[in-house]
Structures are given as C-alpha cells and as structure tokens.
Nanobody, 126 residues
Framework: QVQLVESGGGLVQAGASLRLACVASGRDFSRYSMGWFRQAPGKERQYVASITWGLGTPYYADSVKDRFTISREANTIYLQMNNLKPEDTAVYYC?????????????????????WGKGTLVTVSS
C-alpha cells in the first residue's frame, strides 16, 4: 500500500521555524519527483516547493523562496520553514509524481498527481 505520511506541523508564532517531513512507502520512489503543496482556509491548494529525484535540485514558489528549504533523503522529503508568517498558515500536503519533472510542478495539474499525503496543519500566529 502506497503511503505518503506528513509530520511536523504545529502552532508557532510569527518568525519561528518548523520542519516538516514526509515519508513515502509502499513502492520505489527513487525516480519520482516529490514536493509540497499547501491549502489555506478558504483558498485553493497551491504549489510550495519540489525536488528532483536525481540530483535533488530544489524549486520554490516565489512566496516562500529564501525562507523555505526542501531536501530529500531516499524516500523522505523535508521542508524547513524559517521566518514563518501568518500567511503561511495552511494544511501542507506532500506529493509524489512520475514522470513530471520537479521544475514544472508550479504548473502541474493537481488532479494528475500520482500520490498525495493527508496533510499536516501549520498555524502561524501574529
């Protein structure tokens, strides 16, 4: 059974840091691009960051660039989130897809993504 399981969400104050993790299991994800999306209350789910399966090249949405860092170790990806802002409040979802390359995830059709996690809630208070 394929699973993506996120962890690390929580309630923090603005300016704080959190590290999310996503563990993928149930198949070989070594050739899958993986990444993060988020959905704020009342808004559509949006792209946050993605990482290639080979060199681990990261890509980011403009809104999180310079504050968030995505990384990968085997079937686990991380999202280090620094200097969190109230507008970062959202449910963060891990995703995996093949063969879509990580550099185009910002325009990826979300209904075509192969696998999704159930999400982890990040709440940033002002």
């Amino acid at each position: 059974q394929v699973q993506l399981v996120e962890s690390g969400g929580g309630l923090v104050q603005a300016g704080a840091s959190l590290r999310l993790a996503c563990v993928a299991s149930g198949r070989d994800f070594s050739r899958y691009s993986m990444g993060w999306f988020r959905q704020a209350p009342g808004k559509e789910r949006q792209y946050v960051a993605s990482i290639t399966w080979g060199l681990g090249t990261p890509y980011y949405a403009d809104s999180v660039k310079d504050r968030f860092t995505i990384s990968r170790e085997a079937n686990t990806i991380y999202l280090q989130m620094n200097n969190l802002k109230p507008e970062d409040t959202a449910v963060y979802y891990c995703a995996a897809d093949h063969p879509t390359i990580a550099s185009v995830w910002a325009s990826l059709r979300q209904d075509a993504v192969d696998y999704w996690g159930k999400g982890t809630l990040v709440t940033v208070s002002s």
